[in-house]
């Protein structure tokens, strides 16, 4: 029988972080359904840093169709999660069906892989990662640190069935430990 994964995120997730899993699941024979607050084609954008700014900037990129919304979502169904980064993790956290989704992934030990800002998805489920170890971006490590989580350096960190990465240059290890996890 085929694993099932969810991936949940909104407008404004960074593209590469949810198109390299989204296929990657796919690619591996997973049924793969993405969830969003709404049931919607969702606007993805594209992060880089350039040398005028001391930040990353943000330029539109491609569509992608929400199979769910949060609300359609049994999280018993599936058999691992994904959260992509991008702008999408600071008000998907403020769905009401969230916190739910996520927390039944840590409750019944099933594997669970965040990249880059998705680990402000994990700020609702902080007494999951208490005493845990991961990675984010960088600008996210004040928000592991309150959930009580020890922030890593390393680019791609795997604790238990947390699979963790700093950002989309991370994706091939990413989805490898996170595959892996999942067999």
């Known amino acids: 029988m085929s694993k099932k994964v969810l991936i949940v995120t909104g407008?404004?997730?960074?593209?590469?972080?949810?198109?390299?899993?989204?296929?990657?699941?796919?690619?591996?024979?997973?049924e793969t359904v993405i969830a969003a607050?709404?049931?919607?084609?969702?606007?993805?954008?594209?992060?880089?840093?350039?040398?005028?700014?001391?930040t990353y900037t943000e330029k539109p990129a491609y569509q992608l169709q929400a199979h769910l919304s949060f609300a359609e979502v049994n999280p018993a169904e599936y058999d691992g999660l994904i959260i992509p980064g991008g702008r999408a993790p600071e008000y998907i956290r403020l769905n009401e069906y969230l916190k739910p989704i996520v927390a039944h992934f840590f409750l019944e030990n099933k594997p669970v892989a965040t990249i880059c800002h998705g680990s402000q998805v994990l700020t609702l489920v902080a007494e999951h990662l208490r005493e845990r170890e991961l990675t984010a971006y960088q600008a996210c490590r004040p928000d592991v640190e309150a959930c009580g989580a020890t922030y890593r350096h390393e680019s791609l960190y795997v604790d238990g069935n947390l699979v963790s990465g700093h950002a989309w240059p991370d994706l091939p290890g990413f989805m490898r430990e996170f595959i892996r996890l999942l067999k």
């Open 37 to 54: 607050p709404t049931k919607k084609i969702l606007h993805t954008v594209c992060h880089d840093f350039e040398a005028h700014s001391e």
């Open 11 to 30: 407008d404004a997730v960074e593209a590469l972080e949810v198109f390299y899993p989204y296929f990657r699941s796919l690619e591996e024979g997973f």
